[in-house]
């Protein structure tokens, strides 16, 4: 089972590819850097640029790109107290009050090596959990995989907390855009308005672009950020080595977080921000020395980082085996993989394993390198980034966004398109509409479709065939627990709230 994963290490260590991971890494740690963008928009914007490129090293730099903003979020979160990513937000509790006495260096390095461990052990956890889960996956018929499908949705919308009615909604506008075009069976046309470009459907690259990087940068543009300026000379930078001996201490809270966020991010629509509060509420539970945190213990940095990292490469669990995204940033990457022709689920592990467990080694290496490229340059160089103008910024990234959605297939239409996706993304994001739903239900709906007509076909007609076995029955039965858990959760959290004010 794991021969593949050993089979594919000499072409991830090749120079092309292990060079797409560096630059990835270092990318990713400018982008985590400047508050307001995200890896998710990085990833976004970074697809249409790798349609020439082979699959691995595309993949190389997505892999380097998620582990390196992950822990560049945690730069202006230190110096400033402005989280450069949502999952950064635990890290200013303490990296902040580091860095006004003085150790905000040691807090950066602190938070690097934790991002670092974080990061190891998502990988091993991917590379561990993840053949197996597909072997398993292998088995399933096309009416089990219409409801792994319908639980991928269910979950998504239930399980991603907020209002689900707006997350259902999110998720049938996906479904919607994912059966533009013409029928797979029949050819006739749907919802193409007379368009002929929309003939083969809506591309997932200009969604994605339009959804996640504009409305970034239409706030970028909006609310410059001002700031008195970072010098690193100011920082109280050490060498690395000779400040790891303090850190390990940490090795306790390093293990707890990584388990956390392995595990959050394991679960559809969690996410690094929950798995990062997590880890740092059980830290500080843990701690003997409780009442300082929140004044600069460098014990909370070290938490939320490793847990925020943890969830990096085990959201793709269910991502490569199932389908199912844990993160809005594996959502986006599913995205990636259909570009270059690679199907998320169990025919990706048989049909194409050199690439899918040359990901994981990738995710592995992208870890590590953030000890050598955050932990050198983080505390010099990239302190400098927050002193970029935003404008500027915004305006580069404008462009790359038109020149990439422009060279998928050189029309105009399709730049229209993406704006369009662009300002519906925009105006969803102020209404705190979710955006990951209308991912995966593009990415999902027309699975769903091809999966449900085909064992209508072998059933022919009738549809009890999609409740004809056991895995089909146990796939229903969960995704009711995920529609109705959450319902009857919430009822029993308000009866004992009432209960408590009578």
């Known amino acids: ?50 349609f020439g490129l082979e699959p691995l090293v595309a993949l190389g730099l997505m892999a380097g790109i998620y582990n390196g903003a992950m822990y560049g979020g945690a730069i202006p979160a230190v110096l ?4 450069g990513t949502p999952a950064a937000v635990a890290t200013t509790f303490d990296g902040y009050p580091m860095a006004q006495k003085g150790e905000g260096g040691f807090a950066l390095q602190v938070a690097v090596v934790s991002s670092a461990i974080g990061g190891i052990a998502s990988a ?69 308005f007379g368009q002929l470009e929309l003939l083969d459907g809506i591309n997932i690259v200009i969604l994605l672009v339009g959804l996640y990087a504009l409305p970034p940068v239409i706030d970028l543009l909006e609310t410059p950020l001002k700031t008195d300026g970072v010098n690193s000379s100011k920082l109280g930078t050490e060498p690395i080595w000779r400040t790891l001996p303090r850190m390990f201490r940490f090795w306790k809270t390093w293990i707890r ?19 990062a509060f997590m880890s740092y509420n059980e830290a500080r539970r843990a701690s003997k020395t409780p009442d300082t945190w929140g004044n600069g213990e460098p014990e909370g940095v070290a938490a939320s980082e490793t847990a925020n990292n943890a969830d990096t490469a085990s959201a793709l669990i269910p991502a490569l085996t199932l389908g199912i995204p844990g993160t809005a940033v594996a959502a986006v990457m599913l995205g990636g993989l259909l570009v270059h022709g690679l199907q998320p689920g169990p025919m990706l592990f048989r049909d194409n394993p050199d690439v899918v467990f040359g990901f994981m080694w990738q995710f592995l290496f992208g870890a590590i390198l953030l000890i050598l490229l955050g932990g050198s340059l983080a505390t010099n160089s990239f302190a400098r980034l927050l002193n970029l103008p935003r404008p500027l910024l915004g305006s580069v990234i404008i462009v790359l966004m038109l020149i990439g959605v422009y060279s998928i297939h050189g029309r105009m239409f399709d730049v229209y398109l993406m704006l369009g996706f662009g300002a519906i993304g925009w105006v969803m994001d102020k209404l705190k509409f979710p955006l990951p739903p209308v991912v995966l239900g593009l990415i999902l709906g027309g699975f769903a479709e091809e999966n449900l007509r085909l064992a209508l076909r072998i059933g022919r007609g009738d549809w009890l065939v999609l409740f004809s076995n056991t895995t089909s029955l146990i796939l229903v039965a969960l995704t009711v627990a995920v529609i109705v858990g959450p319902l009857i959760k919430r009822r029993f959290v308000n009866k004992r709230a009432q209960e408590t004010a009578g």
């Not at 990318?27 to 697809?47: E, K, N, R, Y």
């Not at 400033?80 to 989280?83: A, C, D, E, G, T």
């Open 124 to 192: 091993f956890a991917l590379m561990l959990l993840a053949p197996p889960l597909s072997k398993v996956t292998l088995l399933f018929g096309p009416s089990e995989v219409f409801w792994v499908a319908v639980f991928g949705l269910a979950s998504i919308i239930f399980l991603l907390g907020g209002n689900p009615v707006k997350g259902l909604i999110s998720a049938c506008f996906g479904v919607f855009v994912s059966v533009v075009g013409s029928d797979p069976i029949y050819g006739s046309d749907r919802f193409t």
């Open 257 to 275: 977080s990584s388990i956390i966020g392995i595990w959050i991010g394991i679960l559809p629509g969690a996410g690094g921000s929950m798995a």
């Open 1 to 50: 089972m794991y021969s593949d994963l050993l089979n594919a290490l000499p072409e991830v260590v090749g120079l092309t590819n292990f060079a797409a991971v560096v630059i990835g890494v270092i990318a990713g740690i400018v982008v985590g850097a400047m508050p307001g963008l995200s890896a998710t928009m990085a990833i976004s914007v970074l697809v249409p640029f790798t």
């Open 80 to 83: 400033l107290r402005i989280p």
